[in-house]
């Protein structure tokens, strides 16, 4: 473990010639721009780094992460990037991954006061308040976390494609799918949620937009 500010300069350094020994016009190469193919939607939690845990290098994700890996309509951080990465950079991939034992989900689902995070984590209340009868009747409170956890993964995915990025980019006819995961700490494994939305189709009429032509 790191405990050192100076230590990060080292283990820069040591990772700028290790790269260098496997390819050594790698940095050359990714200082000429970036083509990820996917969008990484994560938690903010320091355990689940997005390349690390996908085995990926650098150049090859996009990334966004704030508290249990939210996607908040008026959060303008998460729509300018999901906005760069869809029309900009023209990924074909979006993933919104969740970690069991998330902190953020577990606060949610109490009732004591954090602090301003409290008005964050409200989000997620509303995700309990959908499920409320499933998730009352699991009577083990580790299960009943992590099933939040699913659930809530499931509902920022939804809420992904109620955006008009996303619904624009359908409509567009562009390749775009958007997938749920969540990653165990316990195991390091990565498990699919099943929920791959690759159209407008799939979204609830209320919430469904009629594309707009120039």
Same mark, same amino acid.
């Given at each position: 473990?790191?405990?050192?500010?100076q230590e990060l300069f080292a283990n820069n350094k040591? @990772? #700028?010639?290790?790269?260098?020994?496997?390819?050594?016009?790698?940095?050359?190469?990714?200082?000429?721009?970036?083509?990820?193919?996917?969008? @990484?939607?994560?938690?903010?939690?320091?355990r689940v780094p997005a390349n690390v845990v996908t085995?990926?290098?650098?150049?090859?994700?996009?990334?966004? !992460?704030?508290?249990?890996?939210?996607?908040?309509?008026?959060?303008?951080?998460?729509?300018?990037?999901?906005?760069? *990465?869809?029309?900009? $950079?023209? #990924?074909?991939?979006?993933? %919104?991954?969740?970690?069991?034992?998330?902190?953020?989900?577990?606060?949610?689902?109490?009732?004591?006061? %954090?602090?301003?995070?409290?008005? @964050?984590?409200?989000?997620?209340?509303?995700?309990?308040?959908?499920?409320?009868?499933?998730?009352?009747?699991?009577?083990?409170?580790?299960?009943?976390?992590? !099933?939040?956890?699913?659930?809530?993964?499931?509902?920022? #995915?939804?809420?992904?494609?109620?955006?008009?990025? %996303?619904?624009? *980019? @359908?409509?567009?006819? !562009?390749?775009?799918?958007?997938?749920g995961m969540v990653y165990d700490l316990k195991t390091? $494994?990565?498990?699919?949620?099943?929920?791959?939305?690759?159209?407008?189709?799939? %979204?609830?009429? #209320?919430? !469904?937009?009629?594309?707009?032509?120039?």
């Amino acid at each position: 473990m790191i405990r050192t500010y100076q230590e990060l300069f080292a283990n820069n350094k040591k @990772w #700028v010639d290790e790269r260098k020994n496997l390819d050594p016009a790698f940095f050359n190469k990714l200082a000429e721009g970036q083509r990820p193919k996917f969008l @990484w939607i994560g938690c903010s939690d320091s355990r689940v780094p997005a390349n690390v845990v996908t085995g990926t290098d650098p150049g090859d994700m996009f990334v966004h !992460r704030n508290i249990a890996n939210m996607v908040i309509h008026n959060d303008m951080s998460m729509l300018s990037v999901l906005d760069y *990465a869809v029309n900009v $950079l023209e #990924v074909q991939h979006v993933i %919104v991954c969740g970690h069991y034992g998330c902190g953020g989900v577990a606060a949610a689902m109490g009732n004591k006061q %954090v602090g301003l995070i409290d008005n @964050w984590l409200r989000y997620i209340k509303d995700v309990y308040r959908l499920h409320q009868h499933e998730l009352n009747a699991i009577e083990d409170p580790a299960q009943r976390l992590n !099933r939040l956890i699913e659930l809530n993964i499931q509902e920022q #995915v939804y809420g992904l494609t109620t955006t008009t990025i %996303v619904q624009n *980019a @359908w409509n567009a006819g !562009r390749p775009l799918q958007v997938h749920g995961m969540v990653y165990d700490l316990k195991t390091g $494994l990565l498990k699919d949620l099943g929920i791959t939305i690759d159209h407008a189709n799939a %979204v609830d009429d #209320v919430y !469904r937009l009629e594309p707009v032509y120039a």
